[in-house]
């Protein structure tokens, strides 16, 4: 079955701390599609990054980054230097080839909270 | 403005009044798809809709409905509503089926079921 977990609930950090956000995954598929997005308290979802499980190299974007590694099934995002505008509830999802990456599956989030 | 909407926003109703959530893309997108949000949840798949007339169960689809009849339009349908659909209800699209793609999300729709 299909699964992603977010094991931190909540995360408090002081404004341009370093934060890694974690995020873990399950799928027997050998092909899939793993998401982030992040939800600001305005609410809206907003789309960071798609990585394919294929291409294991990292990405950096500004101060984001990922780190994908296959052996340990996990697709981790860290923040550099954060700000206060980074406060949000960060959602890490996982579409596979079973349901023809129709079906999208997220973990429960993580609130990060970045104070001045 | 390429947009996904959603309306009403904001519905607070009774058990068992039958309900309509419409959401309307603009982007001649094939794919939409409804998820509902719950604390310690997470997001969690309705209803997805491949293309018009084309539409399949999402992990939650119980005591819900959807229909495509049009590609920009994709209702979520809630015949007899209770208690436990009380939710944050996001509509998406994306510009493909069966490619993966990143989804644009509604602005959410508050729904209380007293």
């Known amino acids: 079955a299909q699964k992603v977990t977010q094991a931190q609930t909540e995360i408090s950090v002081v404004e341009k701390e370093d934060v890694t956000l974690d995020c873990v995954y399950e799928?027997?598929?050998?092909?899939?599609?793993l998401f982030w997005y992040k939800q600001p308290p305005s609410g809206e979802l907003v789309f960071l990054i798609r990585?394919?499980?294929?291409?294991?190299q990292n990405e950096i974007s500004g101060r984001y980054s990922w780190n994908f590694q296959k052996s340990t099934s996990s697709f981790n995002f860290t923040i550099t230097a954060s700000q206060v505008v980074d406060s949000a509830v960060y959602f890490c999802?996982?579409?596979?080839?079973?349901?023809?990456?129709?079906?999208?599956?997220f973990g429960s989030g993580t609130k990060l909270n970045v104070k001045p | 403005e390429a947009q996904v909407t959603q309306n009403p926003r904001y519905l607070i109703t009774v058990t068992g009044k039958k309900l309509t959530v419409t959401c309307s893309q603009n982007?001649?997108?094939?794919?939409m798809s409804w998820y509902r949000q719950d604390p310690g949840l997470g997001l969690r798949q309705i209803y997805y809709?491949?293309?018009?007339?084309?539409?399949d169960k999402g992990d939650v689809p119980e005591g819900y409905k959807v229909s495509r009849k049009e590609k920009r339009n994709f209702p979520l349908i809630l015949e007899s509503p209770s208690p436990n659909q009380t939710s944050l209800y996001f509509c998406?699209?994306?510009?493909?089926?069966?490619?993966?793609?990143?989804?644009?999300f509604g602005p959410g729709t508050r729904l209380t079921v007293l």
């Open positions: 998406a699209s994306s510009p493909l089926a069966g490619a993966g793609n990143e989804q644009f």
């Open positions: 799928t027997r598929d050998t092909t899939y599609y």
């Open positions: 990585r394919n499980s294929f291409d294991e």
């Open positions: 999802a996982l579409s596979d080839k079973v349901y023809n990456f129709n079906k999208f599956y």
């Open positions: 982007m001649n997108h094939e794919y």
């Open positions: 809709s491949m293309n018009v007339e084309v539409t």
